[in-house]
């Protein structure tokens, strides 16, 4: 009788997963029905950013819309401080990931409104179609004539008549939805357009006021580090600085404005810049009676220089005397009792 033999049992297995890579990182990916984030490897994998602004970036992408993602509350969150949480929030916003932007509510209270972005390169890439689509003006379309062997794909009205109803030279506007967005000028409205207006670059060439006062906003925080701005405020505030240019003050008023008198704790420094830059605003001087059609007065001539004489206190110097027979300095100096007087309608010298 044969004997039958058992076979062996699998040998259970040692937690270490079989593979063809031969080295690096194995995947084990299970199925999450919720609560999960699609992150893009351009920021997973950005080789620009450090560990912490990338782990930062995706925490952020995470959270629900109108969570606080301020550095005091990353930093009860993370066990980083807040000097790293900061700079890793600045390193997010170079790189085009975060954008902190002040806003005022309807209230009047001023708020810092964060926006994460999931693909910049994307979002930028839209943003710029937009605006050319929105810049370039649209081409009214050319009328062609239809085949004469084809249908019209519409019912054409009949002409009108010249004694009556619209003249033959103007061409009716097309009727648009109440929805439908206007974008371009159609060809009855470029005829009466207004011309362009001059960019803000053309403004800013136009009188140097605009640069100065950029600069004279990025300089405040030499003055007080309470006031440092940044580049986004800096060009907000600057048309209202250039009113107070243009109203004739000069840069040591506008700074003695903005500095006298700071409160000890400033904490929106762009908006208290802003309320000082309206409020305490000078009018323009109003300008002189007849200024621009009289003509300058003529400058007084000056007198003319007394004539060269010799001193008659010894000396024999000459110099310029107011009198005949005055004397030197040096000789009035050494004998002040002994200097003639000068005469009474003649000043004397100093």
Not at 193 to 213: I, L, Q, T, Y
Not at 215 to 233: F, M, Q, Y
Not at 319 to 328: D, E, I, S, V
Request: net charge positive; with cysteine.
């Amino acid at each position: 009788m044969a004997v039958t033999k058992l076979i062996d049992a699998l040998r259970p297995s040692q937690g270490v997963r079989r593979n063809a890579t031969h080295s690096g990182v194995s995947h084990v990916r299970e199925y999450q029905p919720d609560r999960y984030t699609i992150v893009g490897n351009h920021l997973a994998q950005h080789r620009g950013l450090s560990a912490t602004a990338i782990g930062i970036a995706v925490h952020i992408l995470s959270l629900p819309e109108g969570a606080r993602v301020d550095i005091r509350s990353l930093a009860e969150w993370f066990p980083e401080g807040r000097a790293r949480i900061a700079c890793a929030l600045r390193e997010l916003e170079a790189r085009g990931y975060v954008e902190r932007v002040r806003e005022r509510l309807p209230s009047g209270q001023m708020v810092t409104r964060t926006y994460a972005f999931h693909a910049p390169a994307l979002t930028r890439a839209r943003r710029e179609g937009e605006q050319e689509t929105a810049v370039a003006p649209v081409a009214p379309p050319m009328k062609a004539a239809p085949p004469p062997n084809r249908a019209a794909p519409y019912p054409t009205a009949p002409d009108l008549p010249a004694s009556g109803g619209l003249p033959c030279d103007v061409v009716p506007e097309p009727v648009m939805a109440p929805d439908a967005v206007h974008v371009g000028t159609s060809a009855t409205e470029t005829e009466t357009a207004e011309p362009p207006k001059p960019s803000r670059d053309e403004h800013r060439d136009k009188d140097g006021h605009h640069d100065k006062a950029e600069a004279l906003l990025a300089g405040l925080r030499r003055t007080d580090i309470r006031l440092t701005l940044s580049g986004r405020e800096v060009r907000r505030l600057a048309p209202l600085v250039v009113a107070w240019f243009e109203n004739g003050l000069g840069r040591a008023s506008v700074i003695h404005a903005l500095t006298d008198g700071l409160p000890l704790h400033v904490r929106h420094p762009a908006g208290f810049l802003r309320n000082r830059l309206l409020d305490l605003l000078p009018p323009a001087l109003p300008s002189l009676p007849g200024a621009g059609e009289a003509e300058p007065l003529p400058s007084r001539p000056l007198p003319p220089p007394p004539a060269m004489a010799t001193c008659e206190g010894g000396c024999d110097r000459g110099f310029r005397a107011p009198f005949r027979g005055a004397w030197c300095r040096d000789c009035r100096t050494a004998r002040p009792g002994e200097a003639p007087a000068a005469p009474v309608d003649v000043p004397a010298l100093v």
